[in-house]
């Protein structure tokens, strides 16, 4: 059973960095590909980032390229999004979610794909 839970969100000025996590409590994380979305107010939920089971492969949507990294330690099963040089825009709630695709090297950037999905994680930057 896959159980994704986030930390690291936060009010921070714009510019400034936070870093994410997501945790598996199943201890499975290492059997998935990993995203991350977001959700601003009054908007649908967009993807931002994702990385393959190996780790090996990534994808960024291109407002966060340059800036934000996906990355993931199988061996803690979690998975990390750090967010550097922060703007406005980028306040939303983040969300974490798990694809079961079969090959280790491949990502999905298709919320539908994602079978299992955390509950959350502020994030409001201030200008």
Not at 113 to 126: E, F, I, L, R
């Amino acid at each position: 059973q896959v159980q994704l839970v986030e930390s690291g969100g936060g009010l921070v000025q714009a510019g400034g960095s936070l870093r994410l996590s997501c945790a598996d409590s199943g201890r499975t994380l290492s059997t998935y590909a990993m995203g991350w979305f977001r959700q601003a107010p009054a908007k649908e939920r967009e993807f931002v980032a994702a990385v393959s089971r190996s780790g090996g492969s990534t994808y960024y949507t291109d407002s966060v390229k340059g800036r934000f990294t996906i990355s993931r330690d199988n061996a803690k099963n979690t998975v990390y999004l750090q967010m550097n040089r922060l703007k406005a825009e980028d306040t939303a709630v983040y969300y974490c979610a798990a694809s079961p695709l079969a090959s280790p090297r491949t990502l999905t950037a298709i919320a539908t794909d994602y079978d299992y999905w955390g509950q959350g994680t502020q994030v409001t930057v201030s200008s």
